[in-house]
């Protein structure tokens, strides 16, 4: 399913193919912010897309995809990109392009607050862990592998930690600038969160490979968007965390 984005259209200056930009609504906020209506309102997303389209005088398109599909249409040039992913959550069989490194982020863990914290893989044999739809783990890839814990799969970080109060999950995966805007909307008093222990992960934007020309625009125009501290900004914005 695929929706139109209500922004930036062009003057007569700006060329007529749109980007085609995909943001899931499986992206947590405030990366993506839906309204009523489930389009596109606010959030990461909109801001660094919204500019880099300005930038190369284009309109956006958006595309409302599930997770599991962004990777077909950026292969068979149904769109042109799409943020937040790491060239390690993707296939190898996939050859897509990447644009410089946006930002780095640290995954978290949320449990119950009287539980023990989660310090290595031991502390998450037979646990029953939330998770987000179409998400790649790598590090805990091996547990659910092994089926020596469980992945519960959620379409959002609130249904997950609803589950999670109500017991029906050991713990929950998420991220510091999601589970940071989580704590600005929600009570979290009962709920405590421990880091995994990886390293941060570094995120990208995934780019269609059959587009050189605009793959090339797109990454000089991240890059000095980078330079210039304009997704370092974004972040500060949506950056409201206790943890």
């Known amino acids: 399913m695929w929706k139109w984005g209500v922004l930036l259209w062009p003057c007569l200056t700006w060329s007529v193919e749109p980007l085609r930009a995909v943001v899931s609504q499986t992206n947590t906020a405030p990366y993506a912010i839906f309204d009523q209506h489930n389009q596109l ?8 897309l919204d500019t880099l389209a300005a930038r190369l005088k284009k309109p956006v398109l958006y595309l409302d995809l599930p997770r599991g599909r962004v990777v077909e249409w950026l292969v068979t040039d149904q769109a042109d990109i799409s943020c937040f992913l790491n060239p390690e959550w993707v296939p190898a069989t996939y050859k897509l392009n990447w ?47 092994s089926q020596t814990a469980v992945r ?13 109060e109500q ?10 600038l999601s589970y940071g805007h989580y704590q600005q909307q929600f009570d979290t008093s009962k709920l405590a969160v421990d880091p995994l222990w ?46």
Request: net charge positive; charged share 25%; aromatic share 6%.
């Open 41 to 48: 309102a606010g959030g990461v997303a909109k801001e660094l």
């Open 167 to 176: 017991g029906r999950l050991d713990l929950v995966m998420t991220v510091d």
């Open 99 to 145: 644009t410089p490194v946006l930002f780095h982020t640290r995954q978290y863990i949320v449990r119950r607050i009287e539980n023990s914290p989660v310090r290595s893989h031991q502390d998450l044999v037979r646990k029953r862990i939330g998770t987000t739809r179409g998400f790649s783990y790598p590090e805990l890839q091996p547990l659910f592998d």
């Open 198 to 243: 990886a390293e941060p992960a570094a995120v990208y934007c995934a780019l269609n490979p059959k587009n050189t020309l605009l793959v090339q625009q797109i990454q000089q125009q991240l890059g000095l968007m980078q330079q210039q501290g304009v997704m370092k900004k974004a972040l500060q914005r949506w950056k409201h965390s206790s943890i």
């Open 152 to 164: 519960d799969d959620a379409e959002s970080l609130e249904k997950n930690i609803q589950r999670l």
